[in-house]
């Protein structure tokens, strides 16, 4: 299926970019690739901060703008190791094994399918960051065509938010902050109001 495999590739840009941005301590810890998402467990003891995910997230679409084409080769597994290419703690591996490389940015063992070119994945969204075991956090998210409907929904919820409170699009935080605190000094002066009521009874 095409869309799993654009998943399947974004998957293996994701662990280079975690190892990349979070430092090499990063393993993989279990992955879930399917037709409408990829889901990527991995060790790190701390929740990635914003930035770093969007720091995660650049550099997975730079690599897929680059377009380079997805070599897999038939390899003996000693040499395969020899050449850098990262293997999953814990798998068993025959003496031959397929090594998928991605320009110089991810060289792993892998049997599964996978795009030709990195620009077929076309667009890398993540949706979710969360922790699901201590030192172990999960990482989803949707590429090409449902990340471009990610994007357009987000943009709609936004669009709506800036219509619920009469403000531009860059006004809305600006207008919201407005709202908020005038809205504790409202809560305040209610609480004061009732304070002189209770004592007036």
């Known amino acids: 299926h095409f869309e799993t495999a654009?998943?399947?590739?974004?998957?293996?840009?994701?662990?280079?970019?975690?190892?990349?941005?979070?430092?090499d301590h990063v393993g993989q810890k279990g992955s879930l690739v399917e037709a409408e998402r990829l889901?990527?467990?991995?060790?790190?003891?701390?929740?990635?901060t914003r930035d770093q995910l969007v720091e995660i997230?650049?550099?997975?679409?730079?690599?897929?703008?680059?377009?380079?084409?997805?070599e897999t080769r038939i390899m003996a597994l000693d040499d395969a190791k020899a050449a850098g290419a990262m293997a999953l703690f814990g798998e068993k591996y025959?003496?031959?094994?397929?090594?998928?490389?991605?320009?110089?940015?991810?060289?792993?063992?892998?049997?599964?399918?996978?795009?030709?070119?990195?620009?077929?994945?076309?667009?890398f969204k993540i949706t979710m960051e969360t922790g699901i075991a201590s030192g172990i956090r999960r990482i989803e998210a949707v590429t090409g065509a449902r990340a471009m409907q990610w994007v357009t929904d987000d943009?709609?919820?936004?669009?709506?938010?800036?219509?619920?409170?009469?403000?531009?699009?860059?006004?809305?935080?600006?207008?919201?902050?407005?709202?908020?605190?005038?809205?504790?000094?409202?809560e305040k002066e209610v609480e004061q109001l009732k304070t002189k009521m209770a004592s007036a009874k």
């Open 39 to 48: 889901r990527f467990d991995f060790s790190h003891f701390e929740p990635v």
């Open 155 to 186: 943009e709609a919820r936004l669009h709506r938010v800036a219509e619920l409170i009469h403000a531009g699009r860059d006004e809305i935080e600006d207008k919201l902050s407005k709202m908020l605190e005038r809205n504790r000094k409202l």
């Open 94 to 123: 025959d003496d031959q094994v397929r090594v998928l490389r991605m320009g110089d940015f991810s060289t792993e063992l892998c049997g599964g399918t996978h795009v030709k070119a990195l620009g077929d994945i076309g667009l």
């Open 6 to 23: 654009l998943n399947h590739s974004a998957t293996h840009l994701l662990h280079a970019a975690l190892r990349r941005i979070l430092g």
């Open 57 to 70: 997230e650049h550099l997975v679409n730079e690599q897929i703008r680059m377009n380079h084409m997805v």
